[in-house]
């Protein structure tokens, strides 16, 4: 079996599911002066592999999260 093979059947039979969510609307935001510091640690962390997320991206799964955490969604 080739190592694409072993990669594509990895997932079969795992329990772990992708939730796909509804976006029923947007609003275009900008950030205001968001610090330099924020910037480059994300890009050492997509650099070093620990996300393959984009930073808007990053930004809006962190709002999501504490959004749940604070029971707002």
Request: net charge positive; charged share 35%.
């Given at each position: 079996?080739?190592?694409?093979?072993?990669?594509?059947?990895?997932?079969?039979?795992?329990?772990?599911?992708?939730?796909?969510?509804?976006?029923?609307?947007?609003?275009?935001?900008?950030?205001?002066?968001?610090?330099?510091r924020?910037v480059?640690?994300?890009?050492?962390?997509?650099?070093d592999g620990?996300?393959?997320l984009?930073?808007?991206s990053?930004?809006y799964?962190?709002?999501?999260?504490?959004?749940?955490?604070d029971?707002?969604?």
């Open positions: 079996m080739s190592e694409f093979e072993k990669l594509k059947n990895a997932a079969k039979g795992s329990k772990l599911t992708e939730k796909k969510t509804e976006v029923t609307g947007s609003q275009a935001k900008h950030l205001n002066k968001l610090p330099s924020y480059e640690a994300h890009r050492k962390l997509k650099s620990m996300t393959s984009d930073l808007s990053y930004i799964e962190a709002l999501r999260e504490k959004l749940e955490r029971n707002a969604l």
